[in-house]
């Protein structure tokens, strides 16, 4: 810092030099939560400038994101809802806002999966992944419950598994093999076929049984999916996909397994 003056203007150097001091300690004095070692910095807006906007939408979660310790950990269910599933939905806007509203197939994303025949070809392979991680993902969220729910004895669902597999164990231990046989990424489902059929299926990457099996190599609607891609369970099992699936059982929604079951079956 320069000497003061020596002149009458030492007076109006010194008060800009205290003047910012003094308002510093006015501003603590009026919001002392700026001292504090837990204050936060606000979240970025979801609608900063440039962002995509479109028809869908990340669905929130009806859970906190620890409400399924300690079988699936917070940072996993965070990191899975808010980056993965969320890039999901923007990148499916994102290639819908290159459509004209006519060349829309469908006004829900189940419906898009069954029809993307009707995309335009040079959209139809970025629709295909994005519509399917977002679909594929929603009905995931939903599948699953703090401490999971009891699949009810006289349910409907139940009696469907046991004729179909023998028993809910012998069909939990086929739905394990077919989910640790995916090679790299992708789902393991129980569909209803289109002959009203319980089955065990899987798919690659982001397909649904919704697409049919010209396109996913499998048809059928979801009662019940399992995501085996590795930002599903990496952080807590490593490798240990196995283990996942075990952990699964733990946190399975058995009441939103058998409403869909119901619905379809009707």
């Known amino acids: 810092m320069a000497p003061p003056p020596?002149?009458?203007?030492?007076s109006a150097y010194y008060?800009?030099?205290v003047l910012p001091l003094l308002l510093g300690a006015l501003l603590v004095l009026l919001r002392p939560e700026l001292l504090s070692p837990n204050?936060?910095?606000?979240?970025?807006?979801?609608s900063a400038p440039g962002a995509v906007v479109g028809p869908y939408t990340l669905p929130a979660l009806p859970y906190p994101y620890d409400a399924l310790e300690p079988h699936f950990d917070k940072e996993t269910m965070e990191i899975?809802?808010?980056?993965?599933?969320?890039?999901?939905?923007?990148?499916?806007?994102a290639a819908l806002s290159a459509l004209a509203a006519a060349e829309l197939p469908a006004d829900n994303v189940?419906?898009?999966?069954?029809n993307l025949h009707k995309v335009p070809a040079a959209q139809r392979t970025a629709v295909r992944h994005s519509a399917g991680g977002h679909a594929n993902h929603g009905l995931f969220w939903r599948g699953l419950a703090p401490d999971g729910t009891v699949l009810d004895e006289g349910a409907?669902?139940?009696a469907a598994l046991v004729a179909a597999f023998g028993s809910v164990d012998a069909f939990r231990a086929r739905f394990e093999r077919a989910a640790a046989s995916v090679f790299g990424s992708g789902w393991a489902w129980l569909v209803v076929s289109d002959q009203g059929a319980l089955e065990i299926v899987t798919t690659a990457n982001q397909d649904s049984p919704l697409m049919g099996v010209d396109v996913a190599g499998c048809g059928g609607?979801?009662?019940?999916?399992?995501?085996?891609w590795e930002h599903a369970y990496y952080l807590k099992f490593q490798n240990r996909r196995p283990d996942y699936i075990k952990a699964f059982w733990n946190v399975v929604n058995w009441d939103e397994a058998s409403r869909r079951y119901d619905a379809i079956a009707k």
């Open 15 to 17: 008060l800009a030099a």
């Open 156 to 158: 409907p669902l139940r």
């Open 39 to 46: 204050a936060t910095t606000p979240s970025p807006s979801t």
């Open 6 to 10: 020596a002149s009458s203007s030492r």
């Open 110 to 114: 189940e419906d898009l999966l069954r």
């Open 80 to 93: 899975h809802h808010r980056r993965h599933h969320q890039t999901y939905v923007t990148n499916l806007n």
């Open 221 to 228: 609607t979801p009662v019940l999916g399992l995501d085996v």
